[in-house]
Nanobody
Framework: QVQLVESGGGLVEPGGSLRLSCAASGRTFSYYSMAWFRQAPGKEREFVAAVTWSDGSTAYADSVKGRFTISRDNAKNTVSLQMNSLKPEDTSVYYC???????????????????WGQGTQVTVSS
């Protein structure tokens, strides 16, 4: 079945940038909305950004609007998260996720995603 593998995490200073990548296996990647979530120690997993399966429409959490950009490359079966102007509060494990069903609109709830990557650590600190 489909699997997701995140990469690109690491340590960056406040104000810096980082680009995360999620590689997906399978042949139906283009039919599913994709999203990024994050989870800090002791906290619940929270929505970060999503991109629709159809026209590339995006949605962002208020905390990252104007700083993060989600994109997808269906030919390469990848989805990326460009993170700029990083803040210490962005420190989390970031997860890539695929929607439960194809051909659905953008979703922002964890329950609406079925396939998850193992996560990549992002640490913003000086």
């Amino acid at each position: 079945q489909v699997q997701l593998v995140e990469s690109g995490g690491g340590l960056v200073e406040p104000g810096g940038s980082l680009r995360l990548s999620c590689a997906a296996s399978g042949r139906t990647f283009s039919y599913y909305s994709m999203a990024w979530f994050r989870q800090a120690p002791g906290k619940e997993r929270e929505f970060v950004a999503a991109v629709t399966w159809s026209d590339g429409s995006t949605a962002y959490a208020d905390s990252v609007k104007g700083r993060f950009t989600i994109s997808r490359d269906n030919a390469k079966n990848t989805v990326s998260l460009q993170m700029n102007s990083l803040k210490p509060e962005d420190t989390s494990v970031y997860y890539c996720a695929r929607a439960r069903r194809p051909y659905v609109n953008i979703a922002t709830r964890t329950s609406e995603y079925e396939v998850w990557g193992q996560g990549t650590q992002v640490t913003v600190s000086s």
